[in-house]
């Protein structure tokens, strides 16, 4: 398991390139979406959430605990079945949640 990051964009990109090298232009992308805003909202508030969600979804790919019940429930999204799709659902929100608290610290 690689160490949590630095909250910046180069800490977080380099973190991203181990754990998901696959989403390295999707980073790129919602980080000029969140540049752009924060310079047009005359605010760093899209700055600051950007750099929690990629915090968090590193955090998710760096602990195998958190990317294993990530991926499980993930997979059950979809299922057809309504009971299960909803404990998918609350699963995936669970991690998120744990995921954010930990970053946060």
Excluded: N, Y
Aim: aromatic share 4%.
């Amino acid at each position: 398991m690689i160490p949590r990051p630095e909250h910046t964009p180069d800490a977080l990109r380099a973190a991203l390139a181990v754990v998901a090298p696959d989403r390295l232009e999707e980073m790129q992308a919602t980080k000029d979406e969140a540049f752009a805003k924060a310079v047009e909202w005359q605010s760093l508030s899209p700055v600051r959430s950007w750099v929690l969600r990629w915090a968090r979804d590193i955090e998710i790919a760096r602990r195998p605990d958190l990317s294993s019940r990530s991926e499980r429930a993930r997979s059950m999204l979809e299922s057809e079945v309504p009971v299960t799709a909803q404990e998918a659902l609350r699963e995936l929100t669970a991690v998120l949640d744990e995921a954010l608290k930990a970053v946060r610290g």
